[in-house]
């Protein structure tokens, strides 16, 4: 019953927000119902220049399922020195996670999921296992899995069917007839895989202290 309920409840948060967030795992939220919760489809929402900046906030919040305080540290992170956009490198230290690495290199279905199978001790990083699933990962880096973590059926199954494309700040490799991931580069805003809009994700936080 848990698990129902935390599906409907992601649904009901792509839809209030009206875009698919791959992080949250299976598509099809907006398919039958694109429209936000309560909403018959025929009324529009008015937005305030707030609720839209705020949207752009809780889309980043909610696929790389972050508590409000993880977000902000990670935005205080990106904005220590100088002559950098600081959500390009936001978005750097997001996409460059154990987690989401594990996710978009398609072992596991969504975030949550990546987070699980990190957690657990079955990712190994550069050959050793890491359970520590905030873990920022660097260009050269591989992650792979331990060997009984490829038959996992959950493993099995996101490797059939990717939530998404394979980026190409990463790359898969064949080691030992399984494969395996590298990290090639620093990922940027582009690779945040849904629909955002940095200038407002900018405003939100522009006068706020992170």
Request: hydrophobic residues 35%; charged residues 30%; contains cysteine.
């Amino acid at each position: 019953m848990a698990k129902k309920v935390g599906k409907i409840a992601r649904y009901r948060i792509q839809r209030r927000l009206g875009v698919e967030l791959p992080g949250l795992g299976k598509a099809g939220a907006l398919e039958r119902r694109p429209y936000p919760p309560g909403q018959n489809g025929n009324r529009r929402r008015k937005y305030s220049d707030f609720a839209l900046r705020l949207e752009e906030k809780q889309k980043i919040r909610c696929n790389y399922e972050l508590r409000e305080k993880q977000l902000r540290r990670f935005i205080r992170d990106s904005k220590r020195g100088s002559g950098t956009n600081w959500v390009a490198k936001l978005a750097g230290l997001l996409e460059s996670r154990l987690d989401s690495v594990v996710f978009r290199l398609g072992f596991a279905p969504s975030i949550r999921s990546a987070r699980q199978l990190v957690s657990h001790g079955h990712v190994l990083v550069d050959g050793k296992v890491c359970n520590v699933s905030s873990a920022t990962l660097k260009p050269g880096t591989k992650i792979s899995l331990k060997p009984k973590a490829y038959e996992n059926q959950i493993v099995l199954r996101a490797q059939q069917a990717p939530r998404l494309e394979l980026p190409d700040f990463l790359r898969k490799e064949d080691e030992g007839g399984v494969q395996v991931g590298v990290v090639q580069a620093v990922p940027g805003v582009e690779h945040i895989p849904f629909q955002f809009d940095a200038g407002l994700f900018t405003e939100y936080y522009a006068a706020r202290k992170a």
